[in-house]
């Protein structure tokens, strides 16, 4: 008879449960919308209402609470995680942490050395640092790709700014500078740095740290990042990147961010830090079933997480035991077999789409599934997963 639900055109029957065509899973981008729900059973709480004629003017004076509140509360917040030490350090608002990211390489590239400053991060990287350092084509600075290659660089070779991802991305690990001494500097991207992604083993207590909005709260349409910056110059010279790019960030924006952390912090964080972390353990234990019968495929970055639980268990820290969990962002996969040289393609036909390891500078034998989209997202991806893996013992 007739369907009682509105089926997608994956699913139909009576009840949705039948499946009509392979649908594409896409697990591509890193769209954090896995918190949707979470700010669904506080939508009151977080809704914000601008009147029109409000907050018209550039000046920041008038509205200078808000910054201050945000602020605040920012550095609040990383009080109750324990995830960074903020006490003297400036703190810098971004359109997200894009923007901060590229202040920051001019912000460290800008000195008085003639040559320009050598950029470089560690393999797997987040594209993005190697896309800004080329397009924006600076003559302070030069993309020098891995970092690995200059660990036994000559003291004559210049500066050095290292871009730190840590957690990783794509591969979730938390990570350490490579290259040390007086010519290197470091940028820490903790995008991931929370108790959704990561175990929080200490606090980072870097030079140049930076946040972003997008995967804490998961509105990354608002376009909201914060930089903490320890040396005045720096700061100032990030600050001109900020108002010479777009004056200063959206205030529409900073209102929302405040509203937002405003419902994070209710009883130190308890609701967004149970949710967070429990959906991506919960996700963590599906495909890691789903993979377990797997010798094709392998993931990357599993072991290196639970060594985190052990190394905390053994400390007693019982707040940070009850979050550390196999729980980054994306799971990172290896094809295994020799003829699968385009991990990339071999998920394509099962119609599940990940992100090349090319994309990461890796070999293509690696790809990057993200785990932090919709629900529905996941549920296609583990489907398909489970239809690719249950087909390996039949094709050899
Ligand atoms: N850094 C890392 C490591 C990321 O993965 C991302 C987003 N995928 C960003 C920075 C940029 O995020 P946003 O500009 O939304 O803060």
Not at 37 to 50: I, K, L, T
Not at 99 to 105: C, F, H, K, T
């Amino acid at each position: 008879g007739e369907p009682i639900c509105e089926c997608n055109s994956c699913y139909g029957g009576k009840d949705c449960s039948e499946v009509l065509t392979e649908c594409l899973a896409d697990a591509d981008s890193g769209d954090p919308l896995f918190l949707e729900p979470f700010w669904m059973q506080h939508a009151a709480s977080s809704a914000v209402v601008v009147a029109g004629w409000h907050r018209m003017s550039y000046r920041f004076d008038d509205y200078s609470s808000i910054s201050e509140e945000l602020e605040k509360h920012i550095r609040q917040l990383h009080a109750v995680i324990g995830n960074a030490v903020t006490d003297g350090r400036f703190i810098l608002f971004g359109a997200g942490s894009t923007q901060l990211l590229n202040a920051a390489l001019f912000g460290l590239s800008l000195d008085d050395s003639p040559s320009p400053a050598n950029i470089v991060a560690s393999i797997p990287f987040y594209p993005l640092y190697e896309a800004q350092t080329k397009y924006f084509n600076s003559m302070e600075f030069k993309w020098k790709g891995n970092a690995s290659l200059w660990k036994n660089r000559s003291d004559s070779s210049g500066t050095f700014v290292e871009f730190v991802t840590s957690p990783n991305n794509p591969d979730g690990r938390l990570m350490k500078q490579v290259l040390k001494g007086p010519s290197s500097k470091t940028i820490f991207d903790h995008a991931y740095y929370w108790p959704h992604f990561s175990a929080i083993p200490t606090a980072a207590d870097e030079d140049l740290m930076i946040f972003t909005l997008s995967k804490l709260t998961g509105h990354a349409g608002s376009r909201f990042g914060w930089a903490f910056v320890r040396d005045e110059n720096i700061y100032k010279r990030m600050q001109m990147y900020i108002s010479l790019s777009s004056m200063s960030v959206s205030r529409d924006t900073q209102l929302r961010a405040l509203k937002l952390l405003k419902v994070v912090l209710k009883e130190n964080g308890k609701d967004l830090f149970e949710f967070g972390p429990k959906t991506m353990r919960n996700r963590w234990e599906r495909i890691s079933r789903s993979f377990s019968s797997s010798k094709r495929f392998s993931f990357r970055n599993l072991s290196l997480n639970i060594a985190i639980i052990f190394k905390i268990s053994q400390d007693h820290h019982q707040r940070l035991l009850t979050y550390s969990w196999p729980s980054a962002a994306y799971a990172w996969i290896k094809c295994e077999r020799a003829e699968d040289q385009d991990c990339n393609a071999v998920l394509k036909t099962a119609s599940i789409i990940g992100r090349g390891g090319s994309i990461f500078n890796a070999e293509s034998r690696y790809v990057r599934l993200s785990l932090i989209k919709s629900q529905d997202d996941f549920d296609l991806l583990i489907q398909n997963i489970d239809a690719l893996v249950s087909k390996e013992g039949g094709v050899a």
